[in-house]
């Protein structure tokens, strides 16, 4: 069975900084892809960004474009996202996630995480 585990998280000030990780575990398949996803109360889990474990695809959504990056340990099957100039609309929960080609959509995730909170404020 194919897991995923996330570290990190908690509270960081207004234009700070956090990083989250992933760790993969059980069944890894050669080829997959990672990221993270979020979740504010009151709205729907939105994607944030992706990367394939082969190649150097990403992609980001709109709104942390050009302030979070997504990097991958392929020998530990982890991947980390650094997240830079933190507002107070990245308060989430944020989920790790990983999916056999893409997860890019809701449907394409098979593997979630359980969830860490970030907290951005003053």
């Known amino acids: 069975q194919f897991q995923v585990v996330e570290s990190g998280g908690g509270w960081v000030q207004i234009g700070g900084s956090m990083t989250l990780s992933c760790t993969a575990s059980g069944r890894t398949p050669m080829q997959y892809a990672m990221g993270w996803y979020r979740q504010s109360p009151g709205k729907e889990r939105e994607f944030v960004a992706d990367?394939?474990?082969?190649?150097?695809?990403?992609d980001y959504s709109d709104s942390v474009k050009g302030r979070f990056t997504i990097s991958r340990d392929d020998e530990n099957d982890t991947w980390t996202l650094q997240m830079n100039a933190l507002k107070p609309e990245d308060t989430a929960v944020y989920y790790c996630?990983?999916?056999?080609?893409?997860?890019?959509?809701?449907?394409?995730?098979?593997?979630w995480g359980q969830g860490t909170q970030v907290t951005v404020s003053a």
């Open positions: 990367i394939m474990k082969v190649g150097a695809n990403t």
């Open positions: 996630a990983a999916g056999i080609s893409t997860i890019e959509t809701i449907d394409d995730v098979t593997a």
